[in-house]
């Protein structure tokens, strides 16, 4: 039973445009997110994050919003640009403590193209 | 340069040939784990080191071990692999258990086929 759902498994999207990733989430007990971008042969970057008690973060081009009763939460980049072409994972936390077993719930991941 | 090293790349190997894949990072954290990511499963911890000999289970480590002995080392290793062991492989660390897991650095990934 999948606890972290993106059901968009690829995303295009012209330059400039914005563009949307959704995320929902069946746990009501994940009280922390994260989003993760991975390009190809590469780790995952960490991205932007949001707490339970927030339902937007922003950081420069990119903003996470949450919708508690909804479970969804969704990152959005603005403008998109040729270098956001990758896959971006979400992720989410219960009872977040950074410490012992990371306790990550991370969805399958969304391969976002920009298309030029 | 801040990084974690993962070794080798791309490994193809037979089905209960022992196997060990290295991760060192040059950092000095003292956490460091281990994922693997399957299609269609996002990313899953296998197993995790709080510090040097502390190691503990993550979510899916049957069928792995690991070691610390020491700080910037920490190899996961396939006693007997399966082909269900197939899968892409990322080691990751940051500074402390207590770290922000924001702050967590992830390896360049091992691609792993077991035939």
């Known amino acids: 039973d999948q606890q972290v759902k993106q059901n968009s498994p690829s995303l295009s999207v012209q330059e400039g445009r914005i563009s949307i990733l959704n995320c929902d989430y069946t746990?009501?007990?994940?009280?922390?997110f994260l989003w993760y971008k991975k390009y190809p042969a590469e780790g995952p970057t960490f991205l932007i994050s949001i707490s339970s008690i927030k339902d937007k973060n922003e950081d420069g081009r990119f903003t996470v919003f949450l919708n508690k009763s909804a479970k969804h939460l969704s990152l959005h980049i603005v403008p998109s640009q040729p270098g956001d072409s990758a896959v971006y994972f979400c992720a989410a936390s219960a009872a977040y403590s950074g410490g012992g077993a990371d306790g990550l719930t991370f969805g399958k991941g969304t391969h976002l193209i920009i298309q030029p | 340069e801040a990084q974690v090293t993962q070794n080798p790349r791309y490994l193809i190997t037979v089905t209960g040939k022992k196997l060990t894949v290295t991760c060192s990072q040059n950092?000095?954290?003292?956490?460091m784990s281990w994922y693997r990511q399957d299609p269609g499963l996002g990313l899953r911890q296998i197993y995790y080191?709080?510090?040097?000999?502390?190691?503990d289970k993550g979510d899916v480590p049957e069928g792995y071990k690991v070691s610390r002995k020491e700080k910037r080392n920490f190899p996961l290793i396939l006693e007997s692999p399966s082909p269900n062991q197939t899968s892409l492989y990322f080691c990751?660390?940051?500074?402390?258990?207590?770290?922000?897991?924001?702050?967590?650095?992830f390896g360049p990934g091992t691609r792993l086929l077991v035939l």
């Open positions: 746990n009501s007990m994940f009280d922390y």
């Open positions: 080191s709080m510090n040097v000999e502390v190691t």
């Open positions: 950092m000095n954290h003292e956490y």
């Open positions: 990751a660390s940051r500074n402390s258990p207590g770290a922000l897991i924001e702050t967590q650095y």
